[in-house]
């Protein structure tokens, strides 16, 4: 009999880029027995490993499965032919497997976890209906739902549930309640009454979605309530990530076996990002050691040949950029060390490992946090073909409401040039703020560069500031009003401008499918 069965919408590998991978690892290091099911098909699938004895862990995976399973424009999307695998995952897998496991296994206690589950914690705009759903601990009548970074609160409630203990009070975990704890400090959300009768209270529930505080949300006559999320430290991460994978992958997968993890976080702020309410708004960065150490372990693989596939995070160049002295927006803070020292001296200490002939930095880099001599150190040593950088629009405004509209991209171009490199750029349309004027701005401006490599049509996905945009037609820190591309003809238009000078311009959304077409609602008034 297991302690644990993880189901997971992905493929599993035991890899330490496999979210459930970590977890497993980590609690047989503790001394549980873990069973894992991945990408179930049917209900019988879930009953395959029987029941556990302390809890099922439930994740749809890395993305939200409406994000998976539809293209921007809300078609579904055919299975890639590209890829040699089916990964089927059911529209709101989280919700379909907890209504398997409810069915099937009464009394078990079921975890909720992963992207689709965090971004879904509170009420949210659901873009696919088109009209705002309960927190998914509602839907799916799980017991608990761990947000963002796992691996503190799996330990936790897995210790708990065996010493016959309650699972409430577990930072970083959200959990449903007839009363607020009285002796509970925290910040109440307008309820879910309260925002689906009024825009401007959903706007006042975005501005105070956070990570690092307790939140309370009335929903009919019970409360969804969120602990903070504990502070994970490098120490954590080494840990985690010196637990012995096989970085086994998959046949079907490749090209990533020899990536590393540096850091978790990312201070960017980007209104369409939900990074900060999964990984948080401040960077933990492993230390020095424990990643030349993991590289040294990697070398002596049998099927090493030499090449370094990653070495990054969400954005490659944050590591290092630790700060906690404040609650402070980082990315606009005079304080940052924006100097890159300590990546660069990784990245120089790596590439002398024995065994290593090249590191290669795929993740996208920030430019307003890039110095210049990290920049020649890239150029020279870490890009494969090209450095890719996400200026994602062009317009003050649009870059503005995107929260993109730091650092100098001119400068950095002009510097960048003297490296003799390429660079490729991402872009984002149809955003709040972008209508067929800016569209145009962006598709001229795309026209002159040539080497655009990717646009993107804006997804409203849950729990962002730019979603937020989307539903209620304002940009909730000023309330002012924003336009909103809604009709599906103008998106269309949008993108079919970006498109029109044949510039190579793919259409892909950064899952890598291609493009799609179909109808669109405005939300309701
Ligand atoms: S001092 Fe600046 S960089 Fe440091 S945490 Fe505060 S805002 Fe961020």
Redesign the pocket.
């Known amino acids: 009999m297991y302690d644990i069965i993880f189901v997971t919408g992905e493929l599993y590998f035991d890899h330490p880029l496999c979210g459930t991978a970590v977890l497993k690892r980590l609690l047989e290091k503790k001394g549980y027995k873990v069973g894992v099911i991945e990408s179930p098909k049917t209900e019988v699938d879930i009953k395959k490993l029987g029941a556990p004895r302390l809890f099922f862990g439930i994740s749809a995976g890395s993305i939200d499965s409406m994000v998976r399973n539809y293209t921007p424009l809300k078609k579904k999307r055919e299975l890639d032919k590209n890829l040699n695998y089916d990964e089927f995952v059911p529209d709101r897998a989280t919700i379909v497997y907890s209504n398997w496991i409810r069915k099937n296994f009464k009394d078990s206690t079921i975890v909720l976890g992963g992207t689709e589950a965090s971004l879904r914690r509170f009420t949210h705009y659901d873009y696919w209906e088109n009209r705002l759903r309960r927190p998914i601990l509602f839907d799916s009548r799980a017991h608990i739902l761990v947000y963002g970074s796992a691996e503190k609160q799996v330990i936790e409630i897995a210790d708990k549930l065996k010493n016959h203990k309650s699972i409430d009070r577990i930072d970083g975990t959200c959990i449903t309640h007839k009363e607020v704890p009285e002796d509970l400090v925290a910040v109440e959300l307008p309820s879910f009454k309260e925002v689906s009768d009024s825009k401007e209270k959903f706007c006042d529930m975005q501005n105070k979605l956070s990570n690092h505080r307790n939140l309370i949300q009335k929903i009919d006559n019970r409360y969804l309530i969120q602990y903070r999320a504990p502070g994970y430290t490098p120490e954590d991460l080494d840990e985690y990530y010196s637990l012995d994978f096989s970085r086994k992958l998959p046949k079907k997968m490749s090209g990533f076996e020899f990536s590393i993890l540096t850091h978790r976080g990312c201070?960017g702020g980007c209104n369409f990002c939900a990074v900060k309410l999964m990984q948080g708004d401040?960077i933990v960065s492993r230390s020095e050691e424990s990643i030349l150490t993991e590289i040294k372990k990697i070398t002596k693989m049998k099927h090493f040949k030499g090449n370094i596939d990653d070495l990054g995070g969400a954005s490659a160049n944050m590591y290092g950029?630790d700060?906690?002295?404040?609650?402070?927006?980082?990315?606009?803070?005079?304080?940052?060390?924006r100097s890159n020292k300590r990546l660069i001296a990784l990245l120089r200490k790596s590439r002398k490992i024995p065994g290593v002939k090249k590191i290669i930095v795929r993740s996208g880099v920030r430019y307003d946090i890039a110095s210049p001599e990290y920049i020649k150190e890239m150029a020279q040593h870490h890009i494969l073909d090209t450095l890719r950088i996400a200026p994602e629009h062009v317009n003050k405004d649009v870059l503005r409401l995107m929260n993109k509209n730091k650092g100098d991209l001119r400068g950095f171009i002009k510097e960048f040039k003297k490296t003799g490199r390429k660079l490729s750029f991402y872009y984002m349309t149809a955003h709040p703020g972008s209508s067929m004027k800016e569209a145009r701005e962006l598709a001229e401006a795309i026209s002159k560069l040539k080497n655009a490599e990717t646009v993107q049509v804006f997804t409203p996905t849950p729990m962002t500031v730019s979603t937020c945009m989307y539903y209620t037609g304002m940009d909730p820190k000023t309330k002012k009003k924003v336009y909103v591309p809604y009709s599906y003809r103008e998106k269309k238009e949008q993108k079919r401008l970006l498109n029109k000078d044949e510039s190579g311009l793919k259409e892909i959304n950064r899952k890598g499918y291609q493009k799609r077409t179909v109808k669109f609602v405005k939300p309701k008034k």
Do not use: E, M, V
């Not at 700060?323 to 060390?337: E, F």
């Open positions: 201070i401040r950029i700060c906690n002295n404040c609650g402070g927006n980082c990315i606009d803070c005079d304080k940052l060390d």
